[in-house]
């Protein structure tokens, strides 16, 4: 099913880990619907801007799937209204940066990025048609913990 010109749901819900732990990972008509939007003002926004492939590396998630890896079940992951992705030959805190200076968005985080490592991490972007909050955090580990700052 196209989501938009260059998105399929498939590669929008594909799981390796779902499909090894036979976790069913299908979303519900109002996930499509959260996943459509994802696609039309954040995805394909993207596409279009860099006019190369976004890798999309998690998208929807069920919530069994989200606890497997250990996620939580309130991520935006779980309502169809999240991506984790990068865009081949652009660096994570430029497509970040991109997203957040020109398109309408709820959260952009930076996850894992290293200054020195150009392709280090990867971007996470969500929207939600109720309230996008426009939140720009960076992610990373401090003393064996995951912290989030504001950018």
Same mark, same amino acid.
């Given at each position: 099913?196209?989501? /938009?010109? =260059? !998105?399929?749901?498939?590669?929008?819900?594909?799981?390796?880990?779902?499909?090894?732990?036979?976790?069913?990972?299908?979303?519900?008509?109002?996930?499509?619907?959260?996943?459509?939007?994802?696609? #039309?003002?954040?995805? #394909?926004?993207?596409?279009?801007? !860099? =006019?190369?492939?976004?890798?999309?590396?998690?998208?929807?998630?069920?919530? +069994?799937?989200?606890?497997?890896?250990? /996620?939580?079940?309130?991520? #935006?992951?779980?309502?169809?209204?999240?991506? =984790?992705?990068?865009?081949?030959?652009?660096?994570?805190?430029?497509?970040?940066?991109?997203?957040?200076?020109?398109? +309408? %968005?709820? #959260?952009?985080?930076?996850? !894992?990025?290293?200054? =020195?490592?150009?392709?280090?991490?990867?971007?996470?972007?969500? %929207?939600?048609? +109720?309230?996008?909050?426009?939140? %720009?955090?960076?992610?990373?580990?401090?003393?064996?913990?995951?912290?989030? +700052?504001?950018?």
């Amino acid at each position: 099913m196209k989501l /938009s010109k =260059d !998105f399929t749901l498939q590669e929008l819900s594909k799981s390796e880990i779902a499909d090894r732990n036979n976790i069913n990972n299908i979303p519900t008509a109002d996930h499509i619907t959260n996943l459509v939007l994802l696609c #039309q003002y954040i995805l #394909q926004p993207v596409r279009l801007h !860099f =006019d190369k492939p976004v890798t999309i590396t998690s998208g929807y998630r069920s919530p +069994e799937l989200c606890l497997k890896i250990g /996620s939580s079940i309130k991520s #935006q992951h779980c309502l169809g209204m999240a991506v =984790d992705c990068e865009v081949l030959a652009v660096p994570n805190k430029e497509l970040a940066d991109w997203v957040v200076n020109n398109l +309408e %968005y709820d #959260q952009v985080i930076l996850e !894992f990025w290293e200054k =020195d490592k150009i392709n280090s991490g990867w971007v996470h972007i969500s %929207y939600n048609k +109720e309230n996008n909050r426009k939140m %720009y955090l960076r992610a990373y580990k401090a003393n064996g913990r995951t912290v989030y +700052e504001v950018i």
